[in-house]
């Protein structure tokens, strides 16, 4: 199975700082078949990011994804308190579909 | 809007089995696959199971194979997940998602989430 490293594990920033979040694959992922998901306590994930880049609905344009191949990046510029969450990426290319271990972004 | 409602879960000895529910509204729900995710107490997300629009077609998580066993009811706009021979390990909040993509043979990404119910396996 493909597996996913996040990193860092916790980020902390202030509102306002641009926060960069790394997922890395064990393999190349197909077809840059890689989502992100935000998650906030006590609530379902949602979905943020799909094929790499795409902003799925209502997502603010602050938020991007990039990448290919092994090395994705989810990018939030302009940071505001919803955004102070814990963040998934998780790709699809091949079955089972894996999640990365998360990262806790949190306030300075 | 899309609306995903889980229910079922419990608290359910070891070795015991438990039947998961998935209601869908706001969609056309017959051309969509369904996954099931799980999330252990504190812990990060686990994707467990994925069937097919037409229920023709199943995959698990290898953790799950042999033991669990997602089904549908298209003309009810339900999904069910059979759980037998149940862990502590199982004990999760138990998730269904949307796929994306209409008709499709395969998974893809979760689009849209329920609220989840939360399944415990103790004695």
């Known amino acids: 199975e493909i597996v996913l490293t996040q990193s860092p594990g916790t980020l902390s920033s202030s509102p306002g700082d641009r926060a960069t979040l790394s997922c890395r694959a064990s393999?190349?992922?197909?077809?840059?078949?890689l989502a992100w998901y935000q998650q906030k306590p006590g609530q379902a994930p949602r979905l943020l990011i799909y094929?790499?880049?795409n902003r799925a609905t209502g997502v603010p344009d602050r938020v991007s994804g990039s990448g290919s191949g092994t090395d994705f990046t989810l990018t939030i510029s302009r940071l505001e308190s919803e955004d102070f969450a814990v963040y998934y990426c998780?790709?699809?290319?091949?079955?089972?579909?894996?999640f990365g271990q998360g990262t806790k972004l949190e306030i300075k | 809007q899309v609306q995903l409602v889980e229910s079922g879960g419990g608290v359910v000895q070891p070795g015991g089995s438990l039947r998961l529910s998935c209601e869908a509204s706001?969609?056309?729900?017959?051309?969509?696959?369904i996954h099931w995710v799980r999330q252990a107490p504190g812990r990060g997300l686990e994707w467990v199971a994925f069937?097919?629009?037409?229920?023709?077609?199943?995959n698990y998580a290898d953790s799950v194979k042999g033991r669990f066993t997602a089904s549908r009811d298209n003309s009810k706009n339900m999904v069910h997940l059979q759980m037998n021979r149940l862990r502590p390990e199982d004990t999760a909040i138990y998730y269904c998602?949307?796929?994306?993509?209409?008709?499709?043979?395969?998974?893809?990404?979760?689009?849209?989430w329920g609220q989840g119910t939360l399944v415990t396996v103790s004695s």
């Open positions: 998602a949307k796929d994306p993509e209409a008709g499709s043979l395969r998974g893809y990404y979760f689009e849209f």
């Open positions: 706001g969609f056309t729900f017959s051309p969509y696959g």
């Open positions: 069937i097919r629009y037409d229920g023709r077609n199943q």
């Open positions: 393999q190349s992922v197909t077809g840059e078949f």
């Open positions: 094929g790499a880049s």
């Open positions: 998780q790709q699809y290319g091949r079955s089972p579909y894996t």
